[in-house]
């Protein structure tokens, strides 16, 4: 973790979508990434409008050149429940601990707002590093919902989990 110690954590900033965008290479990527929400397609107008919603707070990890590392989102369900959404790192920097630590500042973030006490997510079962990094910090899993996902010609596993504060 001391590695990212210079990273810091923010709110999204929009002259990163280009970059982001960069790192969905395929629909397999954005499945993955970001399940059905952008079904007809992803590019920057659908995001930017995305990024409107009221109910979702982005956030960002820059290096210490300013350049955008991982991406992720906070969506509020209710008064005191938020969903942790398309968390994204950087795909050269995948693997090194950078998705769990910033996922830690996204549930510290969550902390900090003293009102939420349940924190969720969803994933594919078939998203081994996804699934790694929710289960290490602590998320337990509720519920698997069968071939809910499909990436071409194969249906995929959807898996529930949630994290009590
Ligand atoms: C999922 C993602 C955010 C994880 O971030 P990361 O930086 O690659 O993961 P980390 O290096 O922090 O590793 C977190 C855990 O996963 C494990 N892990 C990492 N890569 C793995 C792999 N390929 N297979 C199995 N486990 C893996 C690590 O060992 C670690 O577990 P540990 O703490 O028990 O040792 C990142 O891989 C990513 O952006 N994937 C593409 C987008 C995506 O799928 N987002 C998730 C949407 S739900």
Known sequence: MKA???FQFRRF???HTATVLSWIQSEKDRVLWSGNSFSEGLNQ?????HLK??????F???DSNGHIQAYGEIVIQAIDRATLCRILVHPKMRGKGLGKFFCKRLIQEIKDWDLIREISLNTL????PALACYKSLGF???AIKKKSRRIGDTWHDLIFMSLLL
Not at 53 to 58: H, I, V
């Open 4 to 6: 990212f110690g210079t």
């Open 13 to 15: 900033s929009d002259e």
């Open 45 to 49: 107008i659908r995001f930017n409008d």
């Open 53 to 58: 919603r009221k109910d979702l707070f982005a």
């Open 60 to 62: 960002q990890l820059l």
């Open 125 to 128: 079962t078939s998203n081994k």
């Open 140 to 142: 337990r899993s509720e």
